[in-house]
Structure formats: C-alpha cells, structure tokens
C-alpha cells in the first residue's frame, strides 16, 4: 500500500459529460501528479500541482483542468468527455517539489466513456 | 531536452533465469532514473532509483540497475527470474530543477515461462 489513495475506482459516464477524480496524498507529502495510461498513448504525464500551485504541466488537455486544495488533496476535472478519454487515470505524490525525487502512486481510477 | 527509450517491449524468460530490461536515456544534465513496476490492475511501485551516489543501484525484490554514462544506459537486471517477476516495468527519466519533466519509457512487459 503506497499510502495515496484515489477515489472512485471504476467511473462510468457517457459522452459529453463532466467527472471528477478525487486524490488524497501520502501523509506529508506536498506533490501530486496526475497521469493518464491508455493502450495507445501509454502512460502520459498530465500535470503536477506543489503546496496548491500549479508546478508543471504535460499533455494535459484544454478540457481538463486540476487543483491541489489546503489540505493537500487534489482533483482532475475532466469535461465533454470523450470515447478517446476512456483510460486509467493515476495520481502519485511525492515529498518535493521537483520531479527527481521518488513518486508513490494510488491504485487508479478507472474511467470508461460510453 | 530529456527522452527515455526502453529498447524491447516484450521479454520473455524461464523461471529461475536472468532478466534483462534494457534502457537508454538522453539527457542535458545530470538526471534522476527510476524503474517502476506494475502488476496487472495495479498501480506504479517504485523498484530503484539513480540520483547520481553510486552508479549501482540496488531494488527491492532482488532488482539491480547500472548507471553507465558512456552508453546512456540504465538497464534493470536480476540474477533469478520469480513467477511474481511476470509484470510492465517503466524506466523513468527527470531531472533537478523544478522545470524538469518527468518521461516515462513506453514499458517493458516481462513474462515467466515455468
């Protein structure tokens, strides 16, 4: 158990609608990561939020969007879903606010797009 | 600009064998490397990491990884392949700075014949 822990687990909803994906970090730790894994793209790196801002963005679509709260958990809003956005939606934290540093990664959210 | 190049997508090998997974980085400075695991349904686990101490690398579960700057190379190995071994294993590249990235390799799936 990596002690980061991602809510719901499986998510399932039609095209063009709106979800959130909850994350709770590991105990002290500032970062969190989001990242997508799907058969084509692979594992992508979505963006990183530090201590509530914003740090570093990656492939991130326009329709997505993040925020890292006071107390330190985040949510991905993705919205006008896609059937291309069906994936595996991951989240990992880290102590820093670098990326050399070791991630711990939740068990994943599941979302499938009808 | 960094990049990561995870050189086979499929090994295969008998219980009680060597595994070799092999890497190759690129990088403009100095980088942090990381191989992470995941078994089916799960999310990442972090097997070792490089942060340029010593050039080799020792893991959990028996893995190993070399640094080698000459050949731009960080490859995973184990001396005994376990049934347990059988997962997609991730060779990541980062570095430092707070601008750095975070790439992740396109992955490896390791299979254990018996």
């Known amino acids: 158990d990596s002690g980061v822990t991602q809510t719901p687990k499986h998510l399932i909803t039609a095209t063009g609608q709106r979800v959130t994906l909850r994350c709770s970090p590991r105990s002290g730790d500032l970062s969190v990561y989001w990242y997508q894994q799907s058969l084509d793209q692979g594992l992508q790196f979505l963006i990183q939020?530090?201590?509530?801002?914003?740090?570093a963005k990656g492939n991130i679509l326009e329709r997505f969007s993040a925020q890292q709260f006071p107390d330190l958990h985040s949510e991905l809003n993705l919205s006008s879903l896609e059937l291309g956005d069906s994936a595996l939606y991951f989240c990992?934290?880290?102590?820093?606010?670098?990326?050399?540093?070791?991630?711990?990664f939740g068990p994943g959210t599941r979302l499938t797009v009808t | 600009a960094q990049s990561v190049t995870q050189l086979d997508s499929h090994v295969s090998v008998s219980e009680g064998t060597p595994v070799l997974l092999r890497c190759n980085y690129s990088?403009?400075?100095?980088?942090?490397l990381f191989w992470y695991v995941q078994h089916p349904n799960k999310g990442l686990q972090l097997l070792l990491k490089?942060?340029?101490?010593?050039?080799l690398v020792k893991g959990i579960n028996g893995f190993e990884a070399e640094f080698k700057k000459s050949e731009t190379s960080f490859h995973l190995t184990k001396p005994s392949a376990h049934m347990s071994d059988a997962a997609e294993y991730f060779c990541v590249v980062s570095g430092y700075s707070s601008a750095s990235k975070i790439i992740f390799g396109s992955g490896t799936r390791l299979s254990i014949r018996p």
């Open positions: 990992a934290s880290s102590a820093a606010g670098t990326s050399g540093y070791e991630q711990y």
């Open positions: 490089y942060t340029s101490a010593a050039t």
């Open positions: 990088s403009s400075y100095s980088p942090s």
């Open positions: 939020y530090y201590n509530g801002e914003e740090r």
